[in-house]
């Protein structure tokens, strides 16, 4: 059973506008989130995480929103550039920074000139 | 579909001794597989990219003789740590992929502790 899930495989936005990545999980006693991304070729790169005690952490054009009550997290990014073309990974652990992370299967973001 | 179960999720060991990690494709069969090393501050280090039947292509600065990678069947890689040193306790994780036009698959990562 998947405890994160990122249902939509892929996204496309034009450049300059928001693009929004959405993540669900089922286990209730993660604690920590966070986003990667990841090019081709290339291991993910860690760009921004939050914790449960949260709801909402900003950096720069990236911002992640939690919502506990529906196990939703999503990544907001403004203004969109074609240089954040990759596939962003949602990931979760118990435990804070130190749990095990668990992936979800990832949403490719298309952003168009 | 496209589940990787990665085995065991955490283990504890003795300073010297081998560690053995198994990453398996249950519905997939995975032609390349990955494994990462987690970092501070969240980062993933790629340590190695094996193809199926083929030798493993290690990132550089990774000792391949300290981290055997075996990638035998579409459907199982290991990765062993050899000799294990308290500096080798991280979090080990292994994505698998079944070719161009698939999407990675991640398995659930494996807590190693060196003591």
């Known amino acids: 059973d998947q405890q994160v899930k990122q249902n939509s495989p892929s996204l496309s936005v034009q450049e300059g506008r928001i693009s929004i990545l959405n993540c669900d999980y089922t286990n209730s006693m993660f604690d920590y989130f966070l986003w990667y991304k990841k090019y081709p070729a290339e291991g993910p790169t860690f760009l921004i995480s939050i914790s449960s005690i949260k709801d909402k952490n900003e950096d720069g054009r990236f911002t992640v929103f939690l919502n506990k009550s529906a196990k939703h997290l999503s990544l907001h990014i403004v203004p969109s550039q074609p240089g954040d073309s990759a596939v962003y990974f949602c990931a979760a652990s118990e435990w804070g920074s130190q749990g095990n992370l668990i992936f979800g299967k990832g949403t490719k973001l298309s952003v168009k000139p | 579909g496209a589940v990787v179960s990665q085995h065991p999720s955490w283990v504890i060991c003795k300073s010297g001794t081998s560690v053995k990690i198994e990453c398996r494709s249950l519905?997939?069969?995975?032609?390349?597989m990955f494994w990462y090393r987690q970092f501070p501050k969240q980062s993933l280090m790629l340590m190695a990219t094996?193809?199926?039947?083929?030798?493993?292509?290690?990132e550089q600065g990774v000792e391949k003789d300290k981290f055997l990678i075996n990638h035998a069947s579409l459907t199982l890689s290991t990765l062993t740590v050899t000799s294990a040193h308290p500096e080798d306790s991280s979090f080990y994780i292994c994505s698998a992929t079944g070719g161009p036009g698939y999407g990675y698959t991640f398995g659930s990562g494996t807590r190693l502790t060196v003591v």
């Open positions: 094996s193809n199926e039947g083929s030798k493993a292509t290690y």
């Open positions: 519905d997939f069969q995975a032609t390349t």
